[in-house]
T-cell receptor
């Protein structure tokens, strides 16, 4: 079946450092999406990126569909960036998203 | 103010019982979904609805039954509860079905513990 693998599983940074989160997927997808899950549990959509590079604020998403991988770069990390970042794949323009296990980011002062 | 309301926030149930998880969205969206997140598995898709019609069901067990009484409601009834059902259940919605053109919004979740 379709699988999404994220790495690293956890990441600890000092405030101001950059973060690079990886996502690999098992088959060609129509769209890669990144979500942020707050420590309390709720999820927020960050970026949707079918291919290429997309920026929003301090976030940069890069998707290389042919190589079945994507990444999320967080520049100048802040303490409030702490939480879990989830990569999700949409296949065949359907409504179902397949999620990875997440990268738990901790940003320390 | 939260635009997707899930109730209750926490729920404890005994094995074999039945519970209903409530979800209401006030975003004017036409599509609604249920996802489940357990300690051992990633967030996983359960159901999608569009205009109150079931569009996709990825839940193997018939013990999970979504119920849509209104366009902005999608409740989840779970019968014959098992300890393995313990998870956080997230309701989500989007303007249209699918996320290619639509942003997916999530509720805060209902954390279910089955003893």
């Amino acid at each position: 079946g379709q699988q999404v693998q994220q790495s690293p599983a956890s990441l600890v940074l000092q405030e101001g450092e950059n973060a690079e989160l990886q996502c690999n997927f098992s088959s060609t997808a129509t769209r890669l999406q990144w979500f942020y899950q707050r420590p309390g549990g709720s999820l927020v959509s960050l970026l949707s990126n079918p291919s290429g590079t997309k920026h929003t604020g301090r976030l940069t998403s890069t998707t290389v569909t042919k190589e079945r991988r994507g990444s999320l770069h967080i520049s100048s990390s802040q303490i409030t960036d702490s939480g879990t970042y989830l990569c999700a794949m949409e296949y065949n323009a359907g409504a179902k998203l397949t999620f990875g296990g997440g990268t738990r980011l901790t940003v320390r002062p | 103010d939260p635009k997707i309301i899930q109730k209750p926030k926490y729920l404890v149930a005994v094995t074999g019982s039945e519970k209903i998880l409530i979800c209401e969205q006030y975003l004017g969206h036409n599509a609604m979904y249920w996802y489940r997140q357990s300690a051992k598995k990633p967030l996983e898709f359960m159901f999608s609805y569009s205009y109150q019609k079931l569009m996709d069901n990825q839940t193997a067990s018939s013990r999970f039954q979504p119920q849509s009484s209104k366009k902005n409601h999608l409740d989840l009834q779970i019968t014959a509860l098992k300890p393995d059902d313990s998870a956080t259940y997230f309701c989500a919605s989007s303007q249209g079905l699918g996320t290619s053109q639509n942003t997916l919004y999530f509720g805060a979740g209902t954390r279910l513990s089955v003893l």
